[in-house]
């Protein structure tokens, strides 16, 4: 009895130390070494060809700050508060007055108004002297349009759904208005193949601002250094005009409410001013009383529109300076320029992520195949409901047992 019990407790330590052999998964691993050997370098020329086959792109980044009026001198305490989710704009008369707040820049650079407007802005891909390639100018609609590269296996990819759309425009009737319509565009209704240049717009032009600090970041990607370079300087030029239109609005309206009304107060005053010498030229040398009240009539008439003109030239130059004072102005911190190298892709990185993936699928099959994962998984179900023994607990099993073996023997 005393024989099956320490052979039983010798199987149970034998059990749970070989539960999960590590050693064989790393034989198992090591016999397939071959496996490695083909799948690997299959694996990582698949992934240099689809690395090679992405175009190259490049990336410009502008920086400019706002100029903050003494209206929003409050910006720093209300932003603060702002990412507590108080809204304190109304209540410091600061920032509440504001309907175009810098946060919400991203959000105009977003708007198809926005994109629609880059789609005339002209842009130069370079050529090459060398080679006998001129340079050529053509829209940024155009160049998106025509200009782009794309890897070849998105050819094979699209093939289908263009032979679908061709199979299906021979019974769809063609509407004559359609090249017409392709060359005009309306935001309102965009065609098809607008709205795709819109998409790839919106991944291309990337507008944050940060909350803190009020620095609006505007980022063009694109596979030509020199024309994200121009884009981003555009959408820069665009962006501040769009901003001193609507910081300026009110002030411009005024404006030419006060050039109108300087106008007319002008031509009022020249025509008193006229009557006034011809009636003066004419009754030179007549005395009648009523001749010089007539006179005194035209003189006062004539002062009270040049009074009215003084007024209203006064007036005019007091908007010009208004909107010279509602005009913001901006830092450019961060100017655009050419990028010498590019962003992306990095090839090495996917090819060594892509053999990474393999090396462990093809280990996983592996272990699968020569049943280590089973393995694995059952010891730690069958490992669960086995209690394991401390070394005091041991300790005194052994000792029962030799105390019955030694009273057996007595």
């Known amino acids: 009895m005393s024989a099956n019990n320490n052979d039983q407790l010798n199987g149970n330590s034998i059990q749970q130390s070989s539960a999960v052999d590590f050693v064989k998964m790393y ?18 020329v698949l992934a240099a060809v689809y690395a090679l086959a992405i175009p190259n792109f490049y990336k410009c980044t502008v920086t400019l700050s706002p100029e903050m009026s003494s209206s929003r001198t409050n910006s720093s305490l209300l932003s603060l508060a702002s990412n507590f989710g108080f809204n304190m704009g109304k209540s410091t008369g600061g920032m509440g007055t504001e309907a175009l707040f810098p946060t919400l820049y991203p959000d ?22 060398k080679k006998g390639i001129k ?3 053509m829209s940024y609609y ?11 296996f998105s050819a094979i990819l699209a093939a289908p759904g263009k032979l679908i759309g061709w199979f299906i425009s021979l019974f769809r009737q063609k509407p004559s208005d359609l090249e017409d319509q392709e060359k005009t565009v309306d935001p309102f209704r965009l065609t098809k193949k607008q709205a795709m240049i819109i998409k790839a717009i919106n991944s291309k032009v990337l507008c944050d601002v940060d909350k803190k600090t009020m620095v609006i970041t505007i980022q063009v990607t694109d596979q030509n250094p020199v024309i994200a370079a121009t884009m981003a300087d555009t959408v820069k030029t665009r962006l501040q005009k769009f901003i001193t239109d609507y910081r300026t609005s009110k002030v411009r309206v005024d404006l030419e409410h006060y050039k109108k009304i300087c106008e007319e107060t002008k031509a009022r005053y020249e025509v008193a001013r006229q009557k006034y010498s011809e009636f003066v030229d004419a009754n ?29 030239a006064q007036q005019l130059v007091n908007a010009e300076a208004k909107v010279q004072e509602e005009t913001p102005a901006f830092t450019t911190l961060q100017s655009a320029t050419v990028p010498v190298r590019k962003a992306g892709p990095s090839r090495a990185k996917m090819c060594l992520m892509f053999v990474f993936l393999m090396f462990v699928c093809t280990s996983g099959w592996i272990l699968y195949k020569e049943g280590d994962l089973m393995a694995l998984f059952n010891s730690k179900d069958e490992e669960e409901p ?11 099993l052994l000792q029962a047992l030799l105390n019955l073996k030694s009273k057996e023997e007595k």
Do not use: C
């Open 27 to 44: 034989k198992d691993l090591i016999k397939h070494r071959r496996l490695y050997y083909i799948v690997l370098p299959i694996a990582f």
């Open 108 to 129: 105009l650079v977003n708007s198809t108004d926005f994109k629609v407007s880059l789609f005339p802005v002209p842009v130069t891909i370079e050529g090459n002297k």
């Open 135 to 137: 340079e050529r100018t």
């Open 142 to 152: 155009e160049y998106l349009e025509k200009e782009q590269k794309s890897p070849w």
């Open 284 to 312: 030179q040398y007549i005395i009648l009383q009523t001749v010089r009240q007539e006179q005194v009539d035209l003189e006062n008439e004539m002062q009270l529109q040049y009074n009215a003109y003084m007024q209203a």
């Open 386 to 396: 086995t209690p394991s023994l401390d070394a005091t607990q041991q300790a005194a």
